[in-house]
Nanobody, 115 residues
Framework: QVQLVESGGGLVQTGGSLRLSCAASGSIFRIRTMGWFRQAPGKQRELVATITRDHNADYADSVKERFTISRDNAKNTVYLQMNSLKPEDTAVYYC?????????WGQGTQVTVSS
């Protein structure tokens, strides 16, 4: 059994910063790609950023130059540093990880950016 637990969400003003964390635990042999997704009310879940085990990162155009994804393989943890936050970044943020040979999701953490 594998669990992903996110933390770090909250309420922030426009232009502010937040750092999300997602730690994987359980029967882990290997974690491949890790990533962050988000879902705003009434919208589909969308990709925010992904990072491979070798630290190759990819971003949605909407967050490039503002968000940075990173990971600590020794801690089985992925991070999302979010700067210059905008009201349109408001959403529930989910982490996803390819653990062993299956995909797992976290429970989500709310990020709210006030204008």
């Amino acid at each position: 059994q594998v669990q992903l637990v996110e933390s770090g969400g909250g309420l922030v003003q426009t232009g502010g910063s937040l750092r999300l964390s997602c730690a994987a635990s359980g029967s882990i042999f290997r974690i491949r790609t890790m990533g962050w997704f988000r879902q705003a009310p009434g919208k589909q879940r969308e990709l925010v950023a992904t990072i491979t085990r070798d630290h190759n990162a990819d971003y949605a155009d909407s967050v490039k130059e503002r968000f940075t994804i990173s990971r600590d393989n020794a801690k089985n943890t992925v991070y999302l540093q979010m700067n210059s936050l905008k009201p349109e970044d408001t959403a529930v943020y989910y982490c996803k990880a390819q653990v062993n040979w299956a995909d797992y999701w976290g429970q989500g953490t709310q990020v709210t950016v006030s204008s």
